[in-house]
């Protein structure tokens, strides 16, 4: 079972894409997009802080290629950004090109490939559904081009999503499942030898939004959830495939938008928040809890 949240960062905006990594000093470090705040960031979990990048166009999914070069999807315009040391940034893929879509969250394998899912803006300030429905949209293969080093290459591998959010791969590298957050579903797929998606199928269904997720040792998924009824809040679930859910965190008063498992044991279960769907976004909304877990995590992030 969970244990109780508690802050570990809070004066934020609305931060999302959550990567644990440790580094070669041995110091483990929470990194995270600070989407609105247009900042890739990361913390200790003594809370001190570091910016690493500004990202004019607001930046989301985070990952690093096999080199070790951090990489950032920029929201806005659709661009695959590597951060330099000084923090610089570098477009290496316009995903954008593909269909003219925002794109949104990214999972990297240990190959470098990206995937990344893109997205239509709908009016936040009304209900998902009839009058304000999301549109499809895809999910984009970006990979390091062996042909041209530092840049990559990109295609669509799936089509007629309905709001990609918060992927993971499994440690064997073979399953890609993926949040659709306005479906209320997780979706997973196999992952072919060159990348491509197959077999696409439903992994869970869970009767509310869905939007970040990590996987434990168990195979279980925790999982944001932006609101149970939509002008409130949400929490976090843990569900197993098929949709069972066996563990809940409640939270009050804000939405839920992300999560990953990290730590020296990889039972730290990082829980990202900021304003509730339906109601105007401000500085020092967002904040980072963290919960103390049983089953460590796993997979990629």
Known sequence: MAGTPRIL????YFPEGPRWRVGDDGLGWLWFSDVLAGQVMRVDLQGQ????????????????????????????????????????????????????????????????????????????????????????????????????????????????????????????GKTYIVAETFAQRISAFDIEADGSLSNRRVWADIGAPTDGMTMDAEGCLWVAIPYYIFGGPGGFVRVCEGGEIVDRIDVDGVGSFACTLGGPDMTTLFLLQSTILGVDRSPGDGRIMVADVDVPGVGTP
């Open 9 to 12: 960062l809070d004066n934020l």
């Open 49 to 172: 802080t570091e910016t690493i990048a500004h990202v004019p166009e607001l930046p989301s999914g985070l990952g690093w290629w096999p080199d070790g070069t951090l990489v950032v999807v920029s929201l806005g315009d659709g661009k695959l950004m590597a951060i330099n040391a000084d923090g610089s940034l570098r477009p290496v893929a316009a995903m954008k090109a593909l269909d003219g879509l925002c794109c949104n969250d990214m999972v990297l394998d240990t190959h470098g490939r990206g995937y990344v899912g893109s997205f239509k803006e709908l009016d936040e300030s009304k209900h998902p559904g009839p009058g304000n429905m999301p549109a499809f949209s895809n999910i984009h293969l970006v990979e390091p081009d062996p042909d041209h080093p530092g840049q990559a290459r990109c295609r669509i591998v799936a089509d007629r999503m309905t709001f990609p959010n918060g992927p993971v791969i499994t440690p064997d």
